[in-house]
């Protein structure tokens, strides 16, 4: 982190401050700041957050100066503020209602090969993992790649008041937290707010095909650039893209469409940075996605889990089935799909298009966990359609697989559906052993 005194942290009047052990706090410097006890080490301050009081004479002892905050969003923001002022790094804010946090890790394996790079661990986006993001810059960072997430009009305007940044990605528009913000138009308002914060000059990158955002985009003072996921065409790991005029050819970890349209998204605003598409395949090579997000698990008997269980909402899961089915090729597909969250009074119609999108899909076997996703299976005594209440129960039904099947398992991250992937992996190894 870019060094700063104790002195300045001890102006900022946050909270109960401790100074390192055995050092004046007129000579102490901060290197590091975190909110785990079990990684500080000398030269960090540890911000203990929520329980992490319990842990203050912990990181005492590995030699950190600790804070324990009055209000801890406010001395995150206060932190990061500090360290954001030190720095010269342009700064990309990653938002946008479905894929954003595969732009981000994308978009930082990317830049990373050919500049000094640091980029948001997991979905760390809120009120306390962005903060902590920005308070990893270095003095020789060049980028940081940050991803904001929302629950609520004006989230995102305070995240970019302590991020700053420079460059803005839209991943997608989609109904996401209807429950909190009502309709599509206002999740387009809420992540617009990073467009809004944009100094003069800076560049949005912006899907071509999200009219609920078109009322953002009026500034005359930055550059929008759009990408059109029509852009992107492939087959297998190699994919092509249309770039700033150019076609730019990759080789990728993944092969689902969806996530290539990502990567699309992350090239333009690679591009925008001013680094050299030439050598994108040396970024492309280091991809590593946070976990649940299409994770491809094989199993014995030939068969295929795709982990994605990370959230779920109407536009991603549509992107997972369709997914399901070109990677399934002559097998067998399976869908196991817990409800999606927060959708408010739409909530019934966008878990019927996902039915009706199973039919049509002609998808072979679905297991609906929790009573919004029946509606994914409607006459549940229809072969190769099953209901259960809870992810307990999905174990249950497993029995219904078979060696050879292309599993999809995708739920909102409140169903608890993460540890099923594994669960099949352990039932595959059985007929292997049969």
């Given at each position: 982190m870019i060094p700063i005194r104790f002195e300045e942290i001890e102006a900022l009047d946050l909270g109960k401050l401790e100074c390192p052990p055995g050092s004046a706090s007129e000579a102490a410097s901060i290197t590091g700041i975190k909110a785990d006890s079990r990684v500080v080490r000398p030269g960090d301050l540890f911000v203990a957050l929520n329980t992490g009081v319990e842990h203050v004479s912990d990181a005492a002892?590995?030699?950190?100066?600790?804070?324990?905050?009055?209000?801890?969003?406010?001395?995150?923001?206060?932190?990061?503020?500090?360290?954001?002022?030190?720095?010269?790094?342009?700064?990309?804010?990653?938002?946008?209602?479905?894929?954003?946090?595969?732009?981000?890790?994308?978009?930082?394996?990317?830049?990373?090969?050919?500049?000094?790079?640091?980029?948001?661990?997991?979905?760390?986006?809120?009120?306390?993992?962005?903060?902590?993001?920005?308070?990893?810059?270095?003095?020789?960072?060049?980028?940081?790649?940050?991803?904001?997430?929302?629950?609520?009009?004006?989230?995102?305007?305070?995240?970019?008041?302590?991020?700053?940044?420079?460059?803005?990605?839209?991943?997608?528009?989609?109904?996401?937290?209807?429950?909190?913000?009502?309709?599509?138009?206002?999740?387009?308002?809420?992540?617009?707010?990073?467009?809004?914060?944009?100094?003069?000059?800076?560049?949005?990158?912006?899907?071509?095909?999200?009219?609920?955002?078109?009322?953002?985009?009026?500034?005359?003072?930055?550059?929008?650039?759009?990408?059109?996921?029509?852009?992107?065409?492939?087959?297998?790991?190699?994919?092509?893209?249309?770039?700033?005029?150019?076609?730019?050819?990759?080789?990728?970890?993944?092969?689902?469409?969806?996530?290539a349209e990502n990567t699309l998204a992350a090239l333009i605003a690679y591009d925008a940075l001013g680094l050299s598409l030439d050598e994108a395949q040396e970024g492309a090579d280091a991809i590593r996605l946070s976990r649940w997000r299409g994770e491809e698990l094989h199993l014995a008997g030939g068969g295929v889990v795709l982990n994605d269980t990370y959230n779920a909402n109407p536009t991603s899961m549509r992107a997972a089935l369709l997914d399901l089915v070109e990677r399934a090729g002559s097998r067998r597909r399976v869908a196991i799909l817990g409800e999606m969250a927060e959708l408010g009074d739409a909530s019934a119609g966008y878990h019927d298009e996902v039915g009706r999108l199973l039919d049509e899909l002609a998808i072979e076997v679905v297991i609906a966990v929790g009573d919004a996703a029946a509606a994914y299976v409607g006459d549940s005594s229809r072969a190769g359609r099953l209901c259960v209440p809870d992810a307990e129960a999905v174990d249950r039904a497993l029995e219904v697989l078979a060696p050879g099947d292309a599993i999809l398992v995708k739920a909102s991250r409140s169903v608890g559906l993460e540890g099923i992937p594994a669960s099949i992996e352990k039932r595959s190894r059985a007929w292997s052993e049969s």
């Open positions: 002892r590995r030699g950190a100066a600790t804070l324990v905050p009055d209000d801890q969003e406010a001395a995150l923001a206060a932190l990061a503020s500090l360290v954001r002022s030190r720095s010269d790094a342009r700064v990309v804010a990653v938002v946008g209602s479905t894929g954003k946090t595969s732009t981000k890790d994308i978009l930082g394996a990317l830049c990373s090969a050919q500049t000094p790079t640091i980029w948001a661990d997991a979905s760390q986006n809120n009120e306390i993992g962005l903060p902590l993001t920005v308070c990893r810059l270095e003095p020789e960072t060049r980028v940081l790649v940050t991803e904001m997430g929302m629950r609520g009009l004006g989230q995102i305007a305070a995240l970019c008041e302590i991020a700053r940044p420079d460059i803005v990605v839209v991943s997608s528009i989609g109904p996401e937290h209807l429950e909190l913000v009502g309709t599509v138009e206002r999740v387009a308002e809420a992540n617009a707010e990073a467009i809004v914060a944009l100094p003069p000059g800076g560049i949005a990158v912006v899907p071509s095909d999200s009219p609920e955002l078109e009322p953002h985009l009026g500034r005359t003072d930055i550059e929008i650039r759009r990408f059109d996921r029509r852009d992107v065409e492939g087959e297998g790991n190699a994919w092509r893209f249309a770039v700033s005029g150019r076609e730019v050819s990759l080789s990728l970890p993944f092969t689902s469409r969806h996530m």
